[in-house]
């Protein structure tokens, strides 16, 4: 069999991470994956987009453009032609006090329909173009060319005001737990199962379209459940991989033998995101980015912003965007000046005209990057530098840049900070540390993601099935390595 008559399955397992997936390898039970790694290549480091939150890495994954051309930043942003927080699902208390509606709304129909760009195309888009046949299963971010009918369940819409189904456009097999599901079976998609969005309702709607005969060209398959184990007990827990072993069982005991169902499909595993450590003692650990910022007017969550307010704060966990609403009356240097004072931030960024000024926590000097043909680093990008390039532990090496805790770290800068309107700085805080704003969830004693860190920016890829590889090991790289894989004789664009 050809690779164009292969079908391609992405399994992406959230918080996957290189060292305690080593560890389960050694140590424990996991057949499956021991399985497929006995036939596959390894990749322990492949790069995800900055923020390192899901919409964003699944809006990159789909698109193959970080943030700067497909538009979604991060999970929490400020959208200022709407002078309002957008929040994907931070934590409810959030949502409540933006208004559950409007966030439901973002979610369900915005994230997809409005803020994800429309002249970038997804792999969903491209496939069907082509003529061939994807599906979703779970993931936030979806969209193709079939419009499909999301239902809001009864439960929520008796509690707030919303329409009972949402149209949007999708893949052409889609799941969206069980507002939108394949099979008829109810199991695993209570209230208290998030409505279907966990890992066994992924495996039993894809195990379905197995069983079925109905398994498409591309299938992007999402497993949510282990981010909340590492969130409560650290990088290392190893439960959430034992568990997440046995679904994978199940998916190739859909199969009538697991040697088919490796013989005759491309199986991509990966992750989406690594997690940080974050310390136990809450004073040390927890960053209030609030006190930082004192006496400067943060906009209140729920009374939105107000003509006197000189700060809105969109925190993502590891990471946050500080908007100014007034940039003569409060400028981004003195954000920066403010925030420099805390030697827990790691990192603090800024544009100005065509130049990212780049600072840190304590007494670490500043330097400036922008465009140009000065150096190329090595995935084959070009810059120009000036000043302290060890703030992102960049080796310059005559013309070439390499990069070290900070992966990819002018690309995924320059993306951010291009990704939508506004005048902000972005920061992130060090390993072992998680900023907290108002109502947002913190994880002292356990882990958390969304920094510009290599613990939050490095995630293991598992391929069987090619021996074909991406262009370079970055989330951005697979969307045309994958048309590649399933529309040989033309790339992605």
């Known amino acids: 069999m050809n690779k164009t008559e292969k079908r391609a399955v992405m399994l992406m397992l959230d918080t996957l991470m290189d060292k305690p997936l080593q560890q389960a390898l050694k140590n424990e039970h996991v057949p499956a994956i021991k399985y497929f790694m006995e036939y596959a290549i390894y990749y322990p480091g492949v790069v995800a987009p900055f923020p390192t939150m899901s919409v964003n890495v699944e809006s990159t994954l789909l698109t193959g453009h970080y943030s700067d051309r497909h538009g979604v930043p991060a999970l929490v942003w400020y959208k200022k032609n709407e002078n309002r927080v957008i929040n994907y699902g931070t934590h409810v208390f959030e949502l409540v006090k933006l208004g559950l509606t409007k966030s439901l709304y973002d979610v369900m129909y915005r994230l997809n329909n409005k803020h994800l760009r429309k002249?970038?195309?997804?792999?969903?888009e491209e496939l069907q173009a082509a003529g061939k046949i994807s599906a979703s299963i779970n993931p936030l971010v979806h969209r193709g060319h079939t419009v499909n009918e999301i239902t809001v369940p009864g439960l929520i819409r008796y509690f707030i005001n919303i329409n009972k189904t949402i149209k949007t456009r999708t893949s052409d097999k889609f799941v969206y737990g069980r507002s939108s599901s394949l099979s008829a079976l109810n199991k695993h998609s209570y209230i208290w199962n998030k409505y279907g969005f966990n890992n066994n309702f992924s495996v039993q709607e894809f195990s379905y379209l197995i069983k079925t005969n109905n398994l498409p060209h591309f299938s992007l398959v999402y497993f949510p459940d282990h981010d909340k184990n590492v969130h409560k007990k650290g990088p290392m827990d190893l439960e959430g991989i034992k568990e997440m072993d046995k679904q994978l069982q199940t998916i190739l005991e859909s199969f009538p033998t697991w040697e088919e169902a490796l013989k005759n499909n491309i199986w991509i595993l990966i992750g989406d995101n690594g997690q940080a450590r974050v310390g136990k003692h809450k004073q040390s650990a927890?960053?209030?980015?609030?006190?930082?910022?004192?006496?400067?007017?943060?906009?209140?969550?729920?009374?939105?912003?107000?003509?006197?307010?000189?700060?809105?704060?969109?925190?993502?966990?590891?990471?946050?965007?500080?908007?100014?609403?007034?940039?003569e009356e409060v400028p981004l240097t003195e954000i920066a000046e403010r925030l420099k004072r805390d030697d827990r931030i790691d990192m603090i960024a800024w544009k100005s005209i065509d130049w990212i000024y780049v600072t840190s926590g304590g007494d670490g000097g500043e330097f400036k990057f922008k465009q140009g043909n000065d150096m190329k680093d090595e995935y084959n990008q070009s810059w120009k530098i000036e000043g302290e390039a060890s703030i992102l532990d960049l080796k310059i090496q005559g013309k070439a840049v390499t990069y070290g805790d900070y992966p990819d770290a002018l690309q995924r800068l320059y993306s951010t900070l291009h990704s939508h309107a506004g005048d902000f700085v972005v920061t992130s805080v060090k390993p072992g540390h998680e900023f907290i704003t108002e109502s947002s969830p913190s994880h002292p004693k356990g882990a958390s993601h969304g920094g510009f860190h290599k613990d939050d920016s490095l995630i293991p890829m598992i391929v069987a099935g090619t021996d074909c590889s991406p262009d370079f090991l970055r989330i951005v790289d697979l969307k045309r390595w994958i048309l590649n894989l399933l529309i040989p004789k033309e790339r992605g664009n």
Do not use: E, M, W
């Open 119 to 124: 002249d970038v195309k997804t792999i969903h």
């Open 286 to 327: 927890l960053v209030d980015i609030r006190r930082l910022l004192k006496p400067l007017r943060i906009t209140k969550l729920r009374k939105g912003v107000q003509k006197d307010d000189q700060i809105v704060l969109a925190n993502n966990l590891r990471s946050c965007f500080v908007y100014t609403l007034n940039n």
